[in-house]
């Protein structure tokens, strides 16, 4: 079945993380991405976590964004690749970048050069703060952005401060906003016939994502603080709980979710006590629920509370370590994770996140070894075999 973005090609000078998080997720989705890469490649390729993989070029944190890609090495800094670049921009439907704003237009592959090449052409350029403004020419980088937006402010203990996420969210979520905004553009495309520049910053990215808690502030005047793991539903029974091996968070949001954990806890006879007798009540009584709470569910392991109390239409779970989840029972009946067999065997990536009925994200090889498809995107172009051995003896490619 053809998946949505089959016959999109993109030229992708994207690098790290936001920029490739996008891209990947457009390329399980059919898009031919050509990733540009300079001759000695991406930083990303030799992430130090783990030697082997780094000596490789292909370090898993590269592998898990930039699967179902080709890798063609240009030197930018030399005319007969920015050539080949404006060759490549006649014919494909996205450029993607991710360099600080002008980098791009001093090269003579901007915005303005390549749509007179191409009129159709969707540009999409990611950078921390956008194209325009006084900050424009600031480097965006995942815990600034985590700082600057507000996320910092309200994530954390107020006995040891703000603190950031334990993964590089302001990253993904704008690579997420960029796809989407490509997917989009692509869309309009199809009925106005024209291309476009998309700018996505980082930062309006963040805030995006970040919407209750603007509004929080912007509608009713609340100033967010420190939450630790508080819900933002902010019910008591929302946080994080001790139990008798580490923790579990509770989820439990509603009066009858309420009442079925105190029934499966062993503790109706809370369920009459005037200190608990709404929401309010409970949020000033906190700390002696919490104590009821933390009491009985000392009794248990967190994974076996997780059991009783879900059955018990509870909501809630026990902390679950990377490692183990991949290979939950849920993730693996819906083969959430995609496994592909490559030269260095059985390897497991995690897909889309989302399923279609027909023609769904789909991993189809993996990251491309720096330069493998050069040869084959020159081809294409119209180079034959001498010329791009002259081309690759001259260091360009």
């Known amino acids: 079945m053809t998946r949505p973005f089959e016959g999109v090609k993109i030229l992708d000078f994207t690098q790290v993380l936001a920029g490739p998080y996008a891209s990947y997720h ?70 993607m970048e991710n360099f600080r704003p002008g980098v791009m237009d001093k090269l003579g592959i901007g915005y303005e050069a390549l ?22 020419l600031r480097p965006g980088y995942d815990g600034k952005m985590q700082a600057l937006s507000g996320m910092m402010a309200i994530t954390g203990h107020p006995e040891t401060g703000p603190t950031r996420a334990g993964f590089a ?60 793991n508080q819900s933002v539903s902010r019910r008591t029974t929302a946080n994080l709980f001790k139990c008798g091996d580490g923790y579990i968070l509770l989820a439990v949001n509603n009066e009858k979710q309420y009442r079925a954990l105190m029934s499966a806890l062993g503790r109706e006879d809370t369920l009459s006590d005037p200190r608990f007798a709404d929401w309010f009540a409970r949020n000033e009584n906190e700390g002696a629920l919490r ?54 065997g059985r390897l497991r990536f995690a897909g889309s996140g989302f399923r279609l009925a027909h023609g769904g994200g789909k991993l189809d090889r993996m990251a491309p070894e720096l330069g493998a498809d050069t040869d084959a995107v020159l081809g294409e172009l119209g180079f034959d075999a001498a010329e791009i051995a002259a081309l690759r003896a001259r260091e360009i490619v």
């Not at 964004?65 to 404006?86: C, E, F, H, M, Y």
């Not at 159709?120 to 424009?136: E, H």
């Open 291 to 344: 104590a009821i709470i933390e009491q009985a569910l000392a009794a248990r392991p967190a994974r076996e509370w997780e059991t009783i109390l879900e059955d018990a239409g509870a909501p809630c779970a026990s902390i679950w370590k990377i490692e183990e989840v991949i290979d939950h029972p849920q993730i693996v009946a819906r083969g959430a994770l995609q496994e592909l067999d490559t030269p260095y």
């Open 169 to 228: 969210v302001c990253d993904v979520l704008s690579g997420a906003t960029a796809a989407f905004a490509v997917s989009s553009a692509l869309y309009q495309r199809d009925r106005t016939g024209r291309g476009q520049l998309v700018d996505v910053s980082m930062l309006e990215a963040t805030l995006a994502f970040l919407s209750g808690q603007i509004a929080d502030w912007s509608v009713a005047g609340h100033r967010q603080q420190l939450s630790g």
């Open 115 to 136: 749509s007179a090449i191409n009129p159709k052409l969707i540009y999409c350029a990611v950078s921390g703060f956008g194209q325009t403004g006084p900050d424009r």
């Open 26 to 95: 457009l390329a399980l989705l059919g898009a031919d991405v050509i990733k540009v890469e300079r001759r000695e490649g991406e930083d990303m390729r030799r992430t130090p976590l783990s030697r082997e993989w780094a000596e490789r070029g292909l370090a898993p944190a590269f592998q898990a964004i930039n699967g179902n890609k080709r890798s063609l090495t240009l030197d930018l800094q030399k005319p007969d690749a920015i050539a080949i670049v404006k060759k490549l921009a006649a014919e494909v439907d996205v450029v």
